[in-house]
């Protein structure tokens, strides 16, 4: 299988996702490669679940700055690279996130989109029970794209993984789960290895037991 093209659905407070994301950049330095990127989100993945209430706290923060990417998808398609690059920098690299706090994106998603030249009101979608109706939509609109391209994400890899999901060509898979940042020919050789696995049309899983936290650091 040859795939020059893939999507990557991503959460941008996810730091798995995050570490997957930047993998594909490096990626598109050193192979022929288009990234289109669209959200998917663990706040619509974990609603209405039972869970630790202090995870629930960050899964409620958690909606803001999904939102914003989806408004973002839905708006300006063409920036919501280039804006996750701005946030998740914020967010992962520079820790500049409250996550347990309702408004503790609500600064990064402000200096994210100011960055990248996004409108500023762009972030009114974040907090439905606070946004406007606006240009880019109402927040219960921009909600239901969230989960619309989050239930696609899902369709694709079934029901029993979170963030990210990554469709190379035909195929589609949760991760890979990294924890450092591959870069060069390294880069390289991975994502061709993920390609031909995810060209095989009876290959499911590869798994390991995790050791060590994602850090956005390359290796």
């Given at each position: 299988?040859?795939?020059?093209?893939?999507?990557?659905y991503?959460?941008?407070?996810?730091?798995?996702?995050?570490?997957?994301?930047?993998?594909?950049?490096?990626?598109?330095?050193?192979?022929?490669?288009?990234?289109?990127?669209?959200?998917?989100?663990?706040?619509?993945?974990?609603?209405?679940?039972?869970?630790?209430?202090?995870?629930?706290?960050?899964?409620?923060a958690a909606?803001?700055?999904?939102?914003?990417?989806?408004?973002?998808?839905?708006?300006?398609?063409?920036?919501?690279?280039?804006?996750?690059?701005?946030?998740?920098?914020?967010?992962?690299?520079e820790?500049?996130?409250?996550?347990?706090?309702?408004?503790?994106?609500?600064k990064?998603?402000?200096?994210?989109?100011?960055?990248?030249?996004?409108?500023?009101?762009?972030?009114?979608?974040?907090?439905?029970e606070?946004?406007?109706?606006?240009?880019?939509?109402?927040?219960?609109?921009?909600?239901e794209?969230?989960?619309?391209?989050?239930?696609?994400?899902?369709?694709?890899?079934?029901?029993?993984?979170?963030?990210?999901?990554?469709?190379?060509?035909?195929?589609?898979?949760?991760?890979?789960?990294?924890?450092?940042?591959?870069?060069?020919?390294?880069?390289?050789?991975?994502?061709?290895?993920?390609?031909?696995?995810?060209?095989?049309?009876?290959?499911?899983?590869?798994?390991?037991?995790?050791?060590?936290?994602?850090?956005?650091?390359?290796?």
């Open positions: 299988m040859t795939a020059n093209k893939v999507t990557m991503f959460d941008p407070i996810c730091p798995f996702a995050w570490v997957t994301s930047r993998w594909l950049v490096e990626v598109e330095k050193v192979r022929d490669l288009s990234i289109e990127w669209a959200p998917m989100s663990l706040s619509v993945l974990n609603d209405g679940r039972d869970l630790d209430p202090d995870y629930m706290k960050g899964m409620e909606w803001a700055p999904a939102r914003v990417s989806a408004a973002i998808h839905k708006n300006e398609p063409a920036k919501l690279g280039e804006w996750y690059t701005a946030i998740g920098t914020l967010i992962h690299n820790e500049a996130a409250d996550k347990a706090d309702i408004h503790g994106y609500d990064v998603i402000e200096q994210s989109l100011a960055e990248v030249g996004l409108p500023a009101e762009l972030a009114a979608v974040a907090h439905e606070q946004g406007e109706d606006s240009q880019f939509g109402s927040p219960k609109a921009i909600d794209h969230l989960r619309s391209s989050h239930a696609h994400a899902i369709e694709l890899v079934g029901d029993d993984v979170g963030t990210p999901v990554v469709q190379f060509g035909d195929s589609a898979f949760f991760g890979p789960v990294l924890t450092r940042v591959p870069t060069g020919e390294k880069a390289g050789e991975l994502f061709d290895a993920s390609v031909t696995l995810g060209g095989y049309e009876h290959f499911f899983e590869l798994k390991r037991s995790r050791t060590e936290s994602p850090k956005a650091q390359q290796d």
